[in-house]
């Protein structure tokens, strides 16, 4: 299927048009014509959704049957100037709007046609926001009519509704191939009038020079359930941003739904403990994601995954396997390592016990019970819920994490990092690399490490205080620490996003999300 504005693309490449738009104009009711039915010809109009985001993308799907025992001829719905199908669109204020989308074809050159034999059709999609303003939030209607000679049909009206809006929940889905190619789109939690969806857009640098960025428009990804309480994005480590845009996750305390949005597909994997953290979705070149999750078992902590099959629609059943369990409240990490490293999974994993840190590094081909590669302790620090971990392309492993000085005196937090590489048994020790003491102790930490084009493997902890909005940023792994070169508010939720010079924090409201420049 090709969207209406990829069409009007093609032609202009092709014929020397101007680009597909709509030629709209306002209208009361009683000026758009209905056309005649006729039995042979169905025209249907099908919503991509029942419920969009303010400002999101609007897409319909256009459907033309020929139900009539001969074949048709009918000028082309995307490639005319003929105003044909003629759309109206009718506002939550009441006005109305008529339009068609098709290029303006140069004078003297006919429309394309298409010919529809006995039983056969046609698909396109439009994107209606594209043609007719729709930011106002409220129900829109549209409807279409084509007429072409003795041939007619109508699609019914389809109800469009738009909220403001209301977000709750953001990651940062990432990708990076062996050859430099990058990639980054910002995944969305919308609150609907009643239910909840995921939304993604892609994060575009603008000015990389001074570190402005932009995300484009937000298209619906998938239906959530209700007892959501995090929105996960996958890093993948294939050609750039193949596959990435397709699969999100949701998790509740109990389970986490896998879904695919091109194919339809989705995953339920149910867990037999309550999830006490899931971690980053890991998609492979061959199109496997694989998800994991900490979850809670009495004193214990374990860490749980499993790699769903290339998705090929429907719905399949999956349960977490069991990787590690190490005592307390542990916290973890995961990355893919490169595909010409054997695209394992890497998972870096923190665990007090007596005034000490324990911090290790385990890798896990997806098929071989997972492997411990590494260990250290960083004694009279302990873990305190926050981690992040990258390869590089030569299988160096970057692992940190946030830890909180043991003792009774004056809160302390710090950054702790220790390193590795894929395939080898490591020893190298811990190493505090960082040391703040906020004022009313810590809100948060955000940490993302990320491979740049250039190869070299940089990272970010973003550190905010409880009582004011100034933050710190520590960057990775030299451990320097300077302000953010923008203001982070203080009460968002936050996803870290690498730039081409900077990395950019998305913050997101309830009503808005923002890209700031670390």
């Not at 609907?192 to 990389?208: F, M, N």
């Not at 979850?295 to 998705?311: F, I, Q």
């Not at 010079?501 to 997101?508: F, R």
Request: hydrophobic share 45%; net charge neutral; aromatic share 6%.
């Amino acid at each position: 299927m090709i969207s209406a504005r990829r069409w009007g693309f093609l032609c202009a490449l092709a014929f020397g048009a101007l680009p597909a738009i709509a030629f709209a104009s306002c209208h009361p009711a009683s000026t758009f014509q209905e056309s005649r039915p006729v039995s042979d010809l169905r025209f249907r109009v099908v919503p991509r959704a029942t419920e969009w985001l303010q400002g999101a993308d609007v897409i319909v799907d256009l459907e033309i049957d020929n139900h009539g025992p001969e074949a048709v001829d009918l000028i082309h719905p995307m490639m005319n100037g003929e105003r044909q199908p003629l759309f109206r669109l009718r506002r939550p204020n009441g006005e109305e709007v008529t339009f068609a989308f098709g290029a303006r074809w140069p004078e003297g050159k006919p429309s394309r046609r298409i010919k529809l034999g006995k039983g056969q059709g046609w698909r396109g999609d439009l994107i209606v926001s594209d043609a007719a303003n729709m930011t106002d939030p409220g129900s829109y209607e549209l409807s279409a009519a084509l007429e072409q000679g003795a041939l007619a049909a109508s699609a019914a009206p389809v109800k469009l509704e738009v909220y403001p809006a209301r977000f709750r929940r953001i990651a940062a889905a990432l990708g990076r191939d062996d050859s430099g190619v990058v990639g980054a789109e910002a995944v969305i939690l919308q609150v609907g009038k009643s239910k909840l969806s995921a939304v993604a857009g892609l994060v575009r640098e603008t000015h990389a020079d001074i570190g402005e960025a932009s995300i484009m428009n937000y298209v619906p990804r998938a239906d959530v359930p209700v007892d959501t309480v995090d929105l996960l994005a996958p890093y993948t480590n294939t050609v750039g941003m193949k596959s990435l845009d397709r699969w999100v996750a949701a998790a509740s305390h109990k389970s986490i739904l896998a879904v695919e949005s091109t194919s339809g597909a989705r995953a339920r994997i149910s867990v037999s403990a309550p999830i006490a953290a899931a971690l980053t979705p890991l998609l492979g070149g061959d199109r496997r994601l694989t998800v994991s999750a900490l979850l809670e078992r009495g004193d214990e902590t374990e860490l749980a995954a499993t790699t769903l099959s290339e998705p090929s629609g429907g719905e399949q059943q999956a349960s977490l396997t069991r990787v590690g369990a190490w005592p307390g409240r542990a916290v973890a990490a995961a990355t893919l390592a490169p595909e010409k490293l054997g695209g394992v999974a890497v998972f870096a994993v923190a665990y007090p016990e007596t005034e000490a840190a324990v911090l290790e590094l385990w890798q896990w081909d997806r098929v071989a019970p997972a492997e411990r590669i590494g260990r250290a302790e960083l004694r009279g620090w302990i873990p305190e819920g926050a981690m992040a971990v990258g390869v590089r392309s030569d299988g160096a492993i970057f692992a940190s994490g946030l830890v909180r000085a043991a003792g009774r005196e004056a809160p302390r937090w710090g950054i702790v990092c220790f390193d590795g590489k894929v395939g080898s048994r490591n020893s190298a020790p811990a190493r505090l690399v960082a040391e703040v003491s906020p004022e009313g102790g810590l809100l948060d930490a955000h940490l993302r490490y990320f491979e740049s084009k250039a190869g070299s493997l940089t990272g970010v902890a973003l550190l905010r205080p409880v009582r004011n909005s100034g933050a710190t940023v520590v960057e990775l792994p030299s451990g320097k620490v300077r302000p953010p070169a923008q203001a982070i508010p203080s009460r968002s939720q936050i996803a870290l996003i690498p730039g081409q010079t900077t990395w950019y924090a998305a913050t997101l409201t309830a009503e808005s999300v923002e890209l700031r420049s670390l």
